[in-house]
C-alpha cells in the first residue's frame, strides 16, 4: 500500500512525500514550520482527493511531471518521469490508494531501526 511519510529537511522544515506501493516517491509536499501541519495537510488531502487537479508539464530536458493543486493552492510537485505512462500510473496511484494511506513520521533524530 502507499504511504505518506513525514521527514525534516536538514535547514529544519517538514515536508511528506506520498511513496508507491514499491517504495518510490511519487510527490513531494511544500515546506512546512511545525510537523503537526503535515499531519494536516495529508489528512485534508485524504478527504478530498476526488478536488485534487493535477497539472501536466514537460520540463526542458524532457521529463514529465505534474503540481498537484488542491482549492486553488499548490500543494505538491511529483517527480519526474520519462514517459507520460508513466506519470500517468503515479497519478492512478494517487487517486486510488491516497485516501487509504497511512503516513509514517521519520521527522526525529531518533534511530528508527534500533542499533545493529
Known amino acids: ?61 524532457g521529463k514529465f511531471f505534474f503540481r498537484l493543486i488542491l482549492d486553488d493552492h499548490e500543494i505538491a510537485v511529483s517527480r519526474r518521469y520519462t514517459t507520460q505512462l508513466l506519470l500517468q500510473k503515479g497519478i492512478d496511484e494517487i487517486i486510488k490508494y491516497a485516501d487509504k494511506a497511512e503516513y509514517l513520521d521519520f521527522s526525529s533524530a531518533e534511530d528508527v531501526f534500533g542499533q545493529s
Not at 516517491?25 to 511545525?34: A, G, V, W, Y
Open 1 to 61: 500500500m502507499s504511504t505518506f511519510i513525514i521527514v525534516q529537511r536538514t535547514y529544519g522544515a517538514y515536508k511528506y512525500e506520498f511513496v508507491s506501493r514499491k517504495g518510490k516517491t511519487i510527490f513531494t509536499s511544500n515546506d512546512f514550520e511545525l510537523r503537526f501541519e503535515c499531519e494536516e495537510q495529508i489528512e485534508f488531502l485524504k478527504s478530498a482527493i476526488e478536488r485534487c487537479v493535477f497539472l501536466r508539464f514537460k520540463s526542458s530536458s
